[in-house]
């Protein structure tokens, strides 16, 4: 099942449209990578199997490329990942 839009869009801040934006798009993408996955754990078909975690790969490109520019557009984000990451070690 794939996720739905969580936002209504029309009524977000123009402050916050960016980082809305880049979520949303990472969440695409999340609900990609495990369409595919799944997919590609249904077929016997190797060459199938194979093409879909290809572009299961890419879409986790996608994912990172989304995340690059949220980290830019939302310092909180930035901040609590940057703290999660020290905490952890
Ligand atoms: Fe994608």
Redesign the pocket.
């Known amino acids: 099942m794939l996720s739905e839009i969580p936002v209504d869009l029309d009524i977000v801040k123009k402050e916050d449209i960016d980082k809305e934006l880049m979520r949303l798009g990472m969440i695409?993408?999340l609900d990609?990578v495990n369409l595919y996955e799944q997919m590609a754990s249904l077929t016997d078909d190797e060459n199938i199997k194979s093409v879909l975690l290809d572009v299961t790969r890419?879409?986790m490109?996608?994912i990172a490329m989304f995340q690059a520019v949220l980290m830019d557009v939302d310092t909180e984000y930035l901040k609590v990942l940057a703290e999660y990451s020290m905490a952890k070690g």
Do not use: F
């Open positions: 695409a993408e990609a890419e879409e490109i996608h």
